[in-house]
């Protein structure tokens, strides 16, 4: 009981800091939150979806490699390729993403003329095609799905799976559960408090740059993870 304790301690305390520590986590949904005006309710859903994706891959590759008795060393390179080919997808992603708000922008630029009465008159070009905006909202979804279902949780198979399978299955379950509980609450709550922050910057100005800003916080968060692996 004790050492399902301390296990148990463990994979909460693993969570908790793997997590915090990695901005890929809740930076990419605070940006696109953001630029996008998810409603709250929208933004949790995404984050729950996507962080369940992000554990299972690496719950599922630990319960085959234990099934199989495979090598833990074996399961520790195939998530090393995971992760990287995840990073890259996250860099392209916000890479084309600011492409694409740098062309919002540029599209949605304020034009100003002076009419025949001598008037100056104002307007902007508004780039809106509504089934565009509908393949951009679930293009988006899926490039953030398809990210965190590559990213695997590094810590969980070699430091939690592994010695919870050599006590029981149900401490196996227990702890596995229990990353998965803290590693998706802690992606939650990193984004709600960074969305909460943005309320009090008032940068009414850069609105029409949200898109290309959010791509290139994105890119960047990417290329953090690539250069100083956490």
């Known amino acids: 009981m004790t050492e399902t304790l301390i296990l148990l301690g463990t994979a909460i305390s693993i969570a908790l800091i793997h997590t915090l520590i990695g901005p890929d986590h809740y930076i990419p949904f605070i940006a696109l939150s953001k630029a996008n005006n998810w409603t709250v309710k ?40 995971r992760g990287t080919i995840a990073t890259y997808i996250l860099i392209a992603f916000g890479l084309i993403y600011m492409i694409y708000g740098i062309k919002i922008a540029v599209k949605n630029k304020t034009h100003t003329h002076t009419g025949i009465d001598g008037r100056t008159i ?31 949780c590094e810590p969980l198979i070699p430091l939690l799976m592994y010695p919870a399978a050599t006590m029981n299955f149900f401490t196996l379950v227990l702890v596995t559960a229990s ?17 909460k922050g943005f309320q009090l910057i008032k940068a009414d100005k850069l609105e029409k740059y949200a898109h290309a800003i959010a791509g290139g916080a994105v890119m960047i968060c990417g290329i953090f993870v690539l250069l100083l692996p956490i």
Not at 59 to 72: K, P, Y
Not at 127 to 150: A, C, P, S
Not at 179 to 195: D, Q
Request: net charge negative; proline share 1%.
């Open 42 to 81: 929208k933004t949790i859903f995404i984050v729950i979806i996507c962080g369940a994706g992000h554990v299972l891959g690496s719950v599922i590759l630990g319960f085959i490699g234990i099934a199989l008795s495979a090598g833990i060393t074996s399961l520790i390179n195939i998530e090393d390729i």
């Open 122 to 152: 104002i307007h902007s070009h508004t780039y809106n095609d509504e089934e565009h905006q509908h393949n951009k909202k679930r293009n988006v979804f899926w490039g953030l799905f398809i990210f965190f279902i590559l990213g695997p």
């Open 179 to 195: 990353f998965a509980v803290f590693t998706i609450g802690v992606m939650l709550l990193m984004t709600l408090l960074g969305l």
